[in-house]
């Protein structure tokens, strides 16, 4: 099992381009969720998804946009790029809820200049 | 919202020694949970603690689920150079038990 894994590893995009973020995960798992990690920080709750289909808000949701069309996928859409978006984005997944562990991918790290 | 804090904000210790760190909350909370976050990865689920009270072990590491469910501590115990990371607690959100809350790490550093 490759477990979660993130493409790209690195970006770098204009303030005002788009772009989507990958992540695909090989071990069935029905939640999946985006959080971003800015310096010296915790990790905040972008988006998630309980199963295909299925996508809700999270902390920090304003600027991006998610779907949730297989059990495997679930791509991050940055719309408009905003300089406030630099961060490094962490996909996970877990089997249920909470009481199961999140596994992470490793991380993009995307700079809006 | 429901906010973590984590003490201290970084150690640096040599290797060997002991090391404690903490996450405390004014809610309170029914899991805590411990990661780990080697450098230019993702976090590592470490620990996790269900019951106020409990003591949980995972080699070196041993963590505690506070009495009044409004902390819990980490400890490891002769630290060795791979102990280096970030360590982040978090905990379920009481408003919706899919989404976690992370405090913002005890970095550490292990001098050999």
């Known amino acids: 099992n490759a477990g979660v894994t993130q493409t790209p590893k690195f970006r770098i995009l204009k303030i005002g381009q788009s772009m989507t973020l990958q992540c695909t995960q090989d071990m069935n798992h029905n939640y999946m969720y985006w959080y971003r990690q800015d310096p010296g920080m915790g990790l905040k709750l972008i988006y998630y998804s309980v199963g295909a289909g299925i996508t809700d808000k999270g902390e920090v949701p304003n600027g991006y946009n998610v779907s949730r069309s297989t059990t495997e996928d679930f791509p991050l859409r940055l719309e408009l790029a905003a300089p406030s978006q630099t961060s490094v984005y962490f996909c996970?997944?877990?089997?249920?809820?909470?009481?199961?562990?999140?596994?992470f991918g490793p991380g993009t790290r995307l700079t809006v200049l | 919202g429901q906010q973590l804090n984590q003490s201290p904000q970084s150690m640096f210790i040599q290797e060997g020694e002991d090391v404690s760190m903490n996450c405390t909350s004014s809610?309170?909370?029914?899991?805590w949970l411990w990661y780990k976050q080697d450098p230019g990865e993702g976090p590592v689920l470490l620990i996790a603690l269900y019951k106020a009270g409990e003591l949980t072990s995972n080699g070196r590491l041993t963590a505690q689920f506070g009495i009044t469910r409004k902390d819990s501590f980490l400890n490891i115990s002769a630290s060795i150079p791979s102990d280096v990371g970030i360590y982040f607690c978090?905990?379920?959100?009481?408003?919706?038990?899919?989404?976690?809350?992370f405090g913002e790490g005890t970095q550490l550093t292990v001098n050999p």
């Open positions: 978090a905990g379920p959100q009481e408003t919706s038990g899919s989404r976690l809350t």
């Open positions: 809610s309170i909370f029914n899991t």
């Open positions: 996970a997944s877990s089997r249920g809820g909470l009481t199961d562990t999140q596994y």
